[in-house]
């Protein structure tokens, strides 16, 4: 059985940084595909970052590149996603996500993904 646990988020200014992390287990970690959405209330789920299964190829919603960066230590079986330069728009709970094929890429597309977390709550203040 798949579990993904998101740990890490909270209430931070305008400007400010947070490391999210998802420890995945229940599977062999590094042969998949792995991502972050988040969804604000009212609003649809979206793409924030993705990584493949080998870590080497990153793929970032417009809104996100340059202030976020996704990674993964296969070893430790742990995604993270750095965020820096928070703006209250970045406000929502975020999810991590793991692929259902093995060696899987990078992919924006939500049901491309098979098992997800239950969220943490990420609060940007203005």
């Known amino acids: 059985q798949v579990q993904v646990v998101e740990s890490g988020g909270g209430l931070v200014q305008a400007g400010g940084s947070l490391r999210l992390s998802c420890a995945a287990s229940g599977r062999t970690f590094s042969r998949y595909g792995m991502g972050w959405f988040r969804q604000a209330p009212g609003k649809e789920r979206e793409f924030v970052a993705a990584i493949n299964w080998t870590g080497g190829s990153t793929l970032y919603a417009d809104s996100v590149k340059g202030r976020f960066t996704c990674s993964r230590d296969n070893n430790k079986n742990t995604l993270y996603l750095q965020m820096n330069t928070l703006k209250p728009e970045d406000t929502a709970v975020y999810y991590c996500?793991?692929?259902?094929?093995?060696?899987?890429?990078?992919?924006?597309?939500?049901?491309?993904?098979?098992?997800w977390g239950q969220g943490t709550q990420v609060t940007v203040s203005s």
């Open positions: 996500a793991v692929r259902g094929g093995t060696y899987s890429s990078s992919s924006s597309y939500v049901n491309e993904y098979d098992y």
